[in-house]
C-alpha cells in the first residue's frame, strides 16, 4: 500500500482553531469527514473512536507531532489526514510541548498490519532532516499535501506532471462570485488562472434590428460574464469542486456558475 494513495488533500488543513485536545479530535474527524469514503459515518463516531484510542495513551510522541489514530468498523480503506495548529495544541505528549503537526489516520478492523505500516512510515518520514519544518512552513493546504506526498517517494516529484493535467473552465455571471472563488483559490494555493471578459449570446441578438423590440433577452441582467481557465492535477480537481460547492451549493441548482473539465492532452510553455 502506497500512503501517497490514502493521503488525500481534502482531509489536509492548515489552521486547525482547536485549543484543546478534545476539540482537535473533533476538528479532526470532521477534517476526514471530507473524504467520500466516511460519507456513511457520522462524524460523533469517528471522533468517539479517536478519543477512545487516546485513552489508552497519548498519541503525541515529542517534538510537536501527534498521529491520533483508530480503527473504524465498516471502513473499507484507510484515510489519512494531516493538519497544522499555528499555535499548538496541549496533547499530553511525552516531552510535554504543544503538538503543532498532526497527522490522523483512520483504519479498517481488519487490516491491522496495514494501519501498523502506515504508522510506520508517517513516523520515518518525520524523521527525515528538515521534513517537520517544511510541513509546518506550508502556506496552504495543496502545498502542505505536495510537501508530504514529494517526500513518501522521491521520484513522484511535482504533483502536477504532463499527462495527469485537466483544463478547468468556470464561466461565472456576478463579480462577487468570482471575488469568491478567488478566496478559495488562494486558500488552495491556486495563484495562476486566466480570466476572460465574455457576453452572453443573447446579449448580441438583442442588438440585431431583427430582433430588436421584440425580447428582453438579458430580463435586466447583467449581460457580461468570465470565464476562468485553470490548468490542475487531476487530483485537484474533485476537491476544488467539492470546495466550491461548499460556498455555493449544488452547482447543479445555482445559475451563478457553470463549470466544466476538460483532459488536457498535449500542453506546453509557461
Not at 45 to 66: C, D, M, V, W
Amino acid at each position: 500500500m502506497e500512503l501517497s494513495d490514502v493521503v488525500k488533500i481534502e482531509c489536509c488543513d492548515i489552521d486547525l482553531k482547536a485549543q484543546t485536545k478534545d476539540e482537535a479530535l473533533l476538528e479532526l474527524a470532521k477534517l476526514c469527514k471530507n473524504n467520500s469514503s466516511l460519507q456513511t459515518f457520522a462524524t460523533e463516531s469517528i471522533y468517539t473512536a479517536l478519543k477512545q484510542r487516546e485513552a489508552l495513551g497519548s498519541t503525541g510522541f515529542g517534538r510537536g507531532i501527534a498521529i491520533p489514530h483508530c480503527q473504524l468498523e465498516g471502513l473499507r480503506e484507510f484515510v489519512v489526514g494531516i493538519a497544522l495548529s499555528r499555535k499548538g495544541i496541549p496533547f499530553d505528549a511525552i516531552d510535554k510541548k504543544k503538538v503543532k503537526l498532526l497527522f490522523t489516520i483512520l483504519g479498517p478492523v481488519e487490516n491491522r498490519r496495514g494501519h501498523l505500516q502506515l504508522l510506520a512510515q508517517i513516523s520515518q518520514i518525520l524523521k527525515e532532516n528538515g521534513m517537520v519544518n517544511t510541513l509546518l512552513s506550508a502556506k496552504t493546504k495543496i502545498g502542505l499535501y505536495e510537501d508530504f506526498i514529494r517526500n513518501t517517494n522521491p521520484s513522484v516529484g511535482k504533483i502536477i506532471a504532463k499527462g495527469e493535467e485537466k483544463l478547468m473552465l468556470i464561466i461565472v455571471k456576478d463579480d462577487e462570485i468570482l471575488e469568491n472563488i478567488t478566496e478559495i483559490f488562494i486558500e488552495y494555493g491556486i495563484e495562476e488562472s486566466t480570466i476572460i471578459e465574455t457576453q452572453q449570446m443573447e446579449n448580441l441578438l438583442s442588438k440585431v434590428p431583427l430582433f430588436m423590440g421584440f425580447f428582453n433577452f438579458t430580463g435586466g441582467k447583467n449581460p457580461q460574464s468570465k470565464i476562468i481557465l485553470l490548468k490542475l492535477s487531476k487530483d485537484y480537481v474533485n476537491s476544488l469542486v467539492k470546495a466550491i460547492e461548499e460556498v455555493f451549493g449544488d452547482l447543479d441548482n445555482f445559475s451563478g456558475i457553470s463549470l466544466m473539465v476538460l483532459d488536457v492532452s498535449f500542453a506546453k510553455g509557461i
